[in-house]
């Protein structure tokens, strides 16, 4: 008997909740639309019309990588963050939306701000040796259009990626820039209002605790933060410092336990007005400080 796409839809959705995946509706929403060819739009549009057997296929195949924990972003290419479509591939993390905080408390910081003679602010996304999707960037570039965006990370691949949602975004005044945030900033690099970072946070010997579908899926160098999770926190503080302005923000998110930490390494370094943010679930994730 021939099935509706609301067919294949509810036995997707019925699959993923016995597997225990938390979002199943939404998940299934995004598996099927995307095996079928169709936008989130057209899907709903066209869920009493028939499909065919090579869409419930295509549907079954991607149905079970993900059953097996692949995560869907991955299966799919592209997942939304501050309201962007961002792709993603196995070499960057996938955005969360704890990240969001992050973009938040750097827009609470330069909406309305003034912008001085040479009519830039700059943003730095500083993730080097943790291949990032230019998520943060893109997300800032969006909501501050005449501000400067400055991309940086160590790899080629992540460099690419970003580079690819900047043009789907349509961001034409972001650059991406190669350098290791475990060093000093290049030379001739200048001097910027705002430093925001997402580095490589989980202590090494943590990466073996985490959840499988983090662990066997996502880029590792994006997630191993040394010994103690606080390698890049130190670097950064210590080296891309210089480049701040006076009175310029340093934003970091941070793991569960590492506010103190990080707050900590930024007021040793004579960073003022250092404080942190929570998350939806009343974890503080983000820190800030002035310098």
Same mark, same amino acid.
């Given at each position: 008997?021939?099935?509706?796409?609301?067919?294949?839809?509810?036995?997707?959705?019925?699959? !993923?909740?016995?597997?225990?995946?938390?979002?199943?509706?939404?998940?299934?929403? !995004?598996?099927?639309?995307?095996?079928?060819?169709?936008?989130?739009?057209?899907?709903?549009?066209?869920?009493?019309?028939?499909?065919?057997?090579?869409?419930?296929?295509?549907?079954?195949?991607?149905?079970?990588?993900?059953?097996?924990?692949?995560?869907?972003?991955?299966?799919?290419?592209?997942?939304?963050?501050?309201?962007?479509?961002?792709?993603?591939?196995?070499?960057?993390?996938?955005?969360?939306?704890?990240?969001?905080?992050?973009?938040?408390?750097?827009?609470?910081?330069?909406?309305?701000?003034?912008?001085?003679?040479?009519?830039?602010?700059?943003?730095?996304?500083?993730?080097?040796?943790?291949?990032?999707?230019?998520?943060? +960037?893109?997300?800032?570039?969006?909501?501050?259009?005449?501000?400067?965006?400055?991309?940086?990370?160590?790899?080629?691949?992540?460099?690419?990626?970003?580079?690819?949602?900047?043009?789907?975004?349509?961001?034409?005044?972001?650059?991406?820039?190669?350098?290791?945030?475990?060093?000093?900033?290049?030379?001739?690099?200048?001097?910027?209002?705002?430093?925001?970072?997402?580095?490589?946070?989980?202590?090494?010997?943590?990466?073996?605790?985490?959840?499988?579908?983090?662990?066997?899926?996502?880029?590792?160098?994006?997630?191993? +933060? +040394?010994?103690?999770?606080?390698?890049?926190?130190?670097?950064?503080?210590?080296?891309?410092?210089?480049?701040?302005?006076?009175?310029?923000?340093?934003?970091?998110?941070? +793991?569960?336990?590492?506010?103190?930490?990080?707050?900590?390494?930024?007021?040793?370094?004579?960073?003022?007005?250092?404080?942190?943010?929570?998350?939806?679930?009343?974890?503080?994730?983000?820190?800030?400080?002035?310098?």
């Amino acid at each position: 008997m021939p099935k509706t796409y609301n067919d294949l839809y509810l036995a997707t959705r019925t699959a !993923l909740k016995n597997a225990g995946v938390e979002a199943y509706a939404l998940e299934a929403r !995004l598996l099927v639309a995307y095996a079928v060819g169709k936008t989130k739009e057209e899907f709903v549009r066209d869920l009493r019309l028939y499909t065919s057997d090579e869409n419930e296929q295509k549907i079954e195949a991607l149905l079970q990588r993900r059953i097996a924990g692949e995560p869907l972003a991955y299966l799919i290419g592209e997942w939304e963050f501050h309201g962007l479509p961002i792709v993603v591939t196995p070499d960057v993390l996938i955005p969360r939306m704890d990240t969001e905080v992050l973009v938040d408390a750097a827009l609470r910081v330069l909406v309305g701000r003034k912008m001085n003679a040479r009519g830039i602010h700059g943003v730095y996304k500083i993730p080097a040796l943790g291949p990032g999707s230019g998520c943060i +960037g893109c997300a800032l570039a969006h909501e501050l259009p005449a501000a400067r965006v400055v991309m940086v990370d160590i790899s080629d691949e992540a460099l690419t990626v970003s580079k690819e949602n900047l043009r789907r975004n349509h961001q034409n005044r972001t650059i991406c820039l190669k350098a290791d945030a475990l060093e000093k900033p290049p030379m001739g690099i200048g001097t910027f209002d705002l430093i925001v970072s997402n580095p490589p946070y989980v202590a090494s010997m943590d990466i073996l605790t985490l959840d499988s579908s983090v662990r066997d899926y996502e880029p590792l160098g994006a997630l191993d +933060g +040394g010994e103690d999770g606080l390698m890049f926190y130190r670097a950064i503080v210590r080296h891309w410092t210089q480049i701040l302005r006076p009175g310029g923000w340093l934003m970091f998110e941070v +793991g569960e336990d590492q506010a103190a930490a990080v707050m900590a390494l930024m007021t040793e370094e004579k960073y003022t007005d250092v404080t942190a943010l929570e998350d939806t679930a009343g974890i503080r994730r983000v820190v800030v400080g002035r310098i």
